[in-house]
Protein backbone atom coordinates (compact mmCIF):
# COMPACT_ATOMS: atom_id res chain seq x y z
CA UNK A 1 0.00 0.00 0.00
CA UNK A 2 1.60 2.77 -1.13
CA UNK A 3 1.06 6.44 0.55
CA UNK A 4 0.55 8.79 -1.83
CA UNK A 5 2.46 11.87 -1.68
CA UNK A 6 0.07 14.85 -0.45
CA UNK A 7 -0.56 12.77 2.71
CA UNK A 8 -0.02 14.11 5.66
CA UNK A 9 -2.51 12.32 8.06
CA UNK A 10 -3.41 8.63 8.24
CA UNK A 11 -6.06 7.26 10.23
CA UNK A 12 -6.18 3.12 11.78
CA UNK A 13 -9.12 2.05 13.56
CA UNK A 14 -10.43 -1.60 14.33
CA UNK A 15 -12.82 -3.74 15.73
CA UNK A 16 -15.67 -1.43 15.66
CA UNK A 17 -18.07 -4.54 15.24
CA UNK A 18 -20.90 -2.60 13.92
CA UNK A 19 -24.05 -4.37 14.38
CA UNK A 20 -28.29 -3.51 13.49
CA UNK A 21 -28.40 -4.18 17.81
CA UNK A 22 -25.76 -0.95 18.36
CA UNK A 23 -27.31 1.58 16.64
CA UNK A 24 -25.21 4.53 19.13
CA UNK A 25 -21.76 2.89 17.81
CA UNK A 26 -23.00 2.65 13.92
CA UNK A 27 -24.30 6.46 14.64
CA UNK A 28 -20.39 7.52 15.91
CA UNK A 29 -18.53 5.42 12.79
CA UNK A 30 -20.95 7.46 10.75
CA UNK A 31 -20.04 10.92 12.75
CA UNK A 32 -16.43 10.01 12.19
CA UNK A 33 -16.10 9.17 8.86
CA UNK A 34 -18.42 12.47 7.86
CA UNK A 35 -15.97 14.57 10.25
CA UNK A 36 -12.14 13.15 9.89
CA UNK A 37 -9.77 14.91 8.19
CA UNK A 38 -6.99 12.41 7.44
CA UNK A 39 -6.02 11.91 3.67
CA UNK A 40 -6.57 8.25 3.97
CA UNK A 41 -8.62 5.83 6.64
CA UNK A 42 -7.49 2.59 7.37
CA UNK A 43 -10.14 0.06 9.27
CA UNK A 44 -7.85 -3.08 10.19
CA UNK A 45 -10.65 -5.77 10.39
CA UNK A 46 -13.90 -6.45 12.33
CA UNK A 47 -15.26 -3.66 11.13
CA UNK A 48 -18.78 -5.15 11.36
CA UNK A 49 -19.91 -7.99 13.61
CA UNK A 50 -21.02 -10.14 11.13
CA UNK A 51 -20.56 -10.45 7.53
CA UNK A 52 -22.28 -12.98 5.61
CA UNK A 53 -22.63 -12.25 2.08
CA UNK A 54 -22.11 -8.78 -0.05
CA UNK A 55 -25.36 -9.73 -1.36
CA UNK A 56 -26.64 -7.37 1.92
CA UNK A 57 -26.19 -4.79 -0.36
CA UNK A 58 -28.60 -5.82 -3.01
CA UNK A 59 -31.59 -4.22 -3.95
CA UNK A 60 -34.35 -6.54 -1.96
CA UNK A 61 -36.41 -8.89 -4.14
CA UNK A 62 -39.52 -6.99 -5.18
CA UNK A 63 -42.69 -8.13 -2.76
CA UNK A 64 -40.10 -8.83 -0.15
CA UNK A 65 -40.99 -7.48 3.40
CA UNK A 66 -38.81 -5.42 5.11
CA UNK A 67 -35.18 -6.53 6.12
CA UNK A 68 -33.67 -4.29 8.81
CA UNK A 69 -30.31 -6.26 8.68
CA UNK A 70 -30.12 -5.45 5.33
CA UNK A 71 -30.83 -1.79 5.61
CA UNK A 72 -28.45 -1.36 8.34
CA UNK A 73 -25.85 -3.32 6.17
CA UNK A 74 -26.79 0.02 3.45
CA UNK A 75 -26.83 2.37 5.61
CA UNK A 76 -23.22 1.76 6.56
CA UNK A 77 -22.71 1.42 3.14
CA UNK A 78 -23.87 4.60 2.14
CA UNK A 79 -21.43 6.57 5.13
CA UNK A 80 -18.77 4.30 3.41
CA UNK A 81 -19.56 5.05 -0.11
CA UNK A 82 -19.74 9.13 1.18
CA UNK A 83 -15.88 9.02 2.85
CA UNK A 84 -14.76 7.14 0.07
CA UNK A 85 -15.77 9.85 -2.24
CA UNK A 86 -13.48 12.51 -0.26
CA UNK A 87 -10.16 10.27 0.00
CA UNK A 88 -9.01 6.70 -0.19
CA UNK A 89 -10.86 4.09 2.12
CA UNK A 90 -8.78 1.24 3.21
CA UNK A 91 -10.50 -2.12 4.47
CA UNK A 92 -8.93 -5.38 5.90
CA UNK A 93 -11.00 -8.45 6.82
CA UNK A 94 -11.12 -9.61 10.03
CA UNK A 95 -12.06 -13.09 11.72
CA UNK A 96 -16.12 -11.59 11.67
CA UNK A 97 -15.95 -9.81 8.49
CA UNK A 98 -13.93 -12.14 6.43
CA UNK A 99 -16.51 -12.74 4.21
CA UNK A 100 -16.39 -9.01 2.45
CA UNK A 101 -15.66 -9.14 -0.98
CA UNK A 102 -15.75 -7.54 -4.50
CA UNK A 103 -19.58 -6.53 -4.49
CA UNK A 104 -18.55 -4.74 -1.07
CA UNK A 105 -15.62 -2.85 -2.36
CA UNK A 106 -17.93 -1.93 -5.62
CA UNK A 107 -20.81 -0.79 -3.68
CA UNK A 108 -18.72 1.39 -1.01
CA UNK A 109 -15.49 2.65 -3.35
CA UNK A 110 -13.35 0.83 -0.51
CA UNK A 111 -10.67 -0.59 -1.58
CA UNK A 112 -9.72 -3.92 0.18
CA UNK A 113 -6.42 -5.07 1.60
CA UNK A 114 -5.08 -7.95 2.22
CA UNK A 115 -3.96 -9.30 5.72
CA UNK A 116 -0.56 -8.45 6.14
CA UNK A 117 -0.02 -5.17 4.00
CA UNK A 118 2.42 -2.74 4.47
CA UNK A 119 1.85 0.77 4.38
CA UNK A 120 4.93 2.16 2.45
CA UNK A 121 5.19 6.19 3.28
CA UNK A 122 8.26 8.37 2.94
CA UNK A 123 10.83 6.78 5.35
CA UNK A 124 8.57 4.43 6.75
CA UNK A 125 7.30 1.24 6.69
CA UNK A 126 4.34 -0.20 8.80
CA UNK A 127 3.19 -3.43 9.16
CA UNK A 128 -0.85 -4.14 9.24
CA UNK A 129 -2.63 -6.81 10.09
CA UNK A 130 -5.65 -7.57 11.62
CA UNK A 131 -3.90 -10.03 14.06
CA UNK A 132 -5.65 -13.10 14.40
CA UNK A 133 -3.82 -15.33 11.89
CA UNK A 134 -0.56 -14.84 14.07
CA UNK A 135 -2.47 -15.59 17.43
CA UNK A 136 -0.14 -18.61 17.38
CA UNK A 137 -2.07 -19.95 20.49
CA UNK A 138 -5.58 -19.84 19.75
CA UNK A 139 -4.89 -23.63 17.22
CA UNK A 140 -8.58 -24.00 17.55
CA UNK A 141 -9.41 -20.64 16.25
CA UNK A 142 -6.52 -21.04 13.82
CA UNK A 143 -8.09 -24.80 12.28
CA UNK A 144 -11.43 -23.10 12.01
CA UNK A 145 -9.65 -20.08 10.48
CA UNK A 146 -7.83 -22.37 7.78
CA UNK A 147 -11.58 -23.99 6.87
CA UNK A 148 -13.61 -20.95 6.65
CA UNK A 149 -10.73 -19.14 4.64
CA UNK A 150 -10.79 -21.97 1.67
CA UNK A 151 -12.23 -20.90 -0.96
CA UNK A 152 -14.73 -24.18 -1.53
CA UNK A 153 -15.85 -23.36 2.13
CA UNK A 154 -16.71 -19.94 1.32
CA UNK A 155 -18.95 -20.73 -1.71
CA UNK A 156 -20.80 -23.45 -0.38
CA UNK A 157 -21.81 -21.18 2.43
CA UNK A 158 -22.25 -18.18 0.36
CA UNK A 159 -24.38 -20.54 -1.62
CA UNK A 160 -26.82 -20.98 0.82
CA UNK A 161 -30.08 -18.46 1.52
CA UNK A 162 -29.94 -15.34 3.55
CA UNK A 163 -31.01 -17.34 6.61
CA UNK A 164 -29.50 -20.28 6.62
CA UNK A 165 -26.18 -18.16 6.57
CA UNK A 166 -27.55 -16.29 9.52
CA UNK A 167 -28.55 -19.08 11.31
CA UNK A 168 -25.03 -20.83 11.02
CA UNK A 169 -23.27 -17.05 11.88
CA UNK A 170 -25.27 -17.26 14.89
CA UNK A 171 -24.01 -20.92 15.69
CA UNK A 172 -20.64 -20.14 15.27
CA UNK A 173 -20.82 -17.02 17.19
CA UNK A 174 -22.51 -18.53 20.30
CA UNK A 175 -19.66 -21.09 20.37
CA UNK A 176 -17.19 -18.41 20.12
CA UNK A 177 -18.60 -16.45 23.06
CA UNK A 178 -18.25 -19.95 25.07
CA UNK A 179 -15.24 -20.26 24.54
CA UNK A 180 -14.17 -16.72 25.33
CA UNK A 181 -16.72 -17.52 29.10
CA UNK A 182 -14.70 -21.06 30.05
CA UNK A 183 -11.05 -19.10 29.06
CA UNK A 184 -12.42 -16.57 31.57
CA UNK A 185 -13.87 -19.14 33.87
CA UNK A 186 -10.78 -21.04 33.76
CA UNK A 187 -8.78 -17.96 34.45
CA UNK A 188 -6.60 -19.09 31.39
CA UNK A 189 -4.96 -15.31 29.53
CA UNK A 190 -6.47 -14.61 26.52
CA UNK A 191 -4.63 -15.69 23.20
CA UNK A 192 -2.25 -12.89 22.15
CA UNK A 193 -0.05 -12.24 18.75
CA UNK A 194 3.17 -13.84 19.28
CA UNK A 195 6.06 -12.09 19.77
CA UNK A 196 9.14 -13.90 18.08
CA UNK A 197 5.78 -14.40 15.12
CA UNK A 198 5.78 -10.35 15.02
CA UNK A 199 9.57 -10.17 14.66
CA UNK A 200 10.10 -12.47 12.11
CA UNK A 201 6.96 -10.55 10.34
CA UNK A 202 9.06 -6.69 10.79
CA UNK A 203 12.15 -8.48 9.49
CA UNK A 204 11.13 -10.24 6.93
CA UNK A 205 9.17 -6.93 5.50
CA UNK A 206 11.36 -4.48 6.85
CA UNK A 207 9.21 -2.55 9.29
CA UNK A 208 10.05 -1.35 12.83
CA UNK A 209 5.81 -1.52 13.85
CA UNK A 210 3.23 -3.41 13.50
CA UNK A 211 -0.34 -2.28 13.99
CA UNK A 212 -2.98 -4.74 14.51
CA UNK A 213 -6.47 -5.04 15.95
CA UNK A 214 -8.42 -7.94 17.20
CA UNK A 215 -6.98 -8.84 20.68
CA UNK A 216 -9.46 -5.67 21.82
CA UNK A 217 -5.76 -4.45 24.10
CA UNK A 218 -4.56 -0.95 22.82
CA UNK A 219 -0.87 -0.91 24.05
CA UNK A 220 2.03 -0.38 22.64
CA UNK A 221 4.62 -3.16 23.25
CA UNK A 222 8.58 -3.19 22.57
CA UNK A 223 9.84 -5.96 20.84
CA UNK A 224 13.52 -5.80 21.12
CA UNK A 225 15.51 -4.06 18.86
CA UNK A 226 13.41 -1.23 18.21
CA UNK A 227 10.67 -3.02 17.04
CA UNK A 228 7.63 -2.46 18.12
CA UNK A 229 3.35 -3.87 18.28
CA UNK A 230 1.46 -1.46 18.44
CA UNK A 231 -2.39 -2.60 19.43
CA UNK A 232 -5.37 -0.60 18.40
CA UNK A 233 -8.75 -0.44 20.65
CA UNK A 234 -12.35 -1.68 19.70
CA UNK A 235 -15.35 0.80 19.58
CA UNK A 236 -18.09 0.84 22.18
CA UNK A 237 -20.21 4.49 21.89
CA UNK A 238 -22.38 2.57 24.98
CA UNK A 239 -19.37 1.57 27.12
CA UNK A 240 -18.52 4.39 30.11
CA UNK A 241 -16.25 6.29 28.83
CA UNK A 242 -16.90 5.27 25.38
CA UNK A 243 -14.11 2.98 23.50
CA UNK A 244 -14.06 5.11 20.09
CA UNK A 245 -10.31 6.11 19.70
CA UNK A 246 -8.30 6.54 16.41
CA UNK A 247 -4.62 6.25 15.36
CA UNK A 248 -3.08 8.86 13.94
CA UNK A 249 0.01 8.38 12.00
CA UNK A 250 1.55 11.59 10.47
CA UNK A 251 4.34 11.76 7.62
CA UNK A 252 7.21 12.19 10.20
CA UNK A 253 6.04 8.34 11.50
CA UNK A 254 4.43 9.51 14.67
CA UNK A 255 1.44 7.95 15.84
CA UNK A 256 -0.92 9.80 18.09
CA UNK A 257 -4.24 7.92 19.97
CA UNK A 258 -6.75 10.30 19.81
CA UNK A 259 -10.56 9.85 21.12
CA UNK A 260 -13.35 10.09 19.16
CA UNK A 261 -15.10 12.86 18.84
CA UNK A 262 -12.59 14.79 19.67
CA UNK A 263 -12.64 16.83 23.18
CA UNK A 264 -14.32 20.38 22.74
MN1 LIG B 1 -11.08 -9.85 15.46
Redesign the pocket.
Known sequence: LPAAAHWRQVELV??L?LQPIDPATTAAFEHYLAHSQADALLVL??LFEVWIGDDALDPAPEGAPPDPDRAWAQRCALALRRASDRRPVYVMR???DFLLGAGFAQATGCTLLDDPCVLDWGAHRWLLS???AWCLDDTDYLAFRAQVRQASWQAAFLAQAWPARMALARQLRERSEQRKAQTLAQGEAFADVDAACARDWLRQTGCQTLIH????RPAEHALGDGLQRWVLSDWDANACPPRLSILRLDANGQGHRTPWPPCA
Do not use: A, P
Open positions: SDHGDGNRHGDGHTH
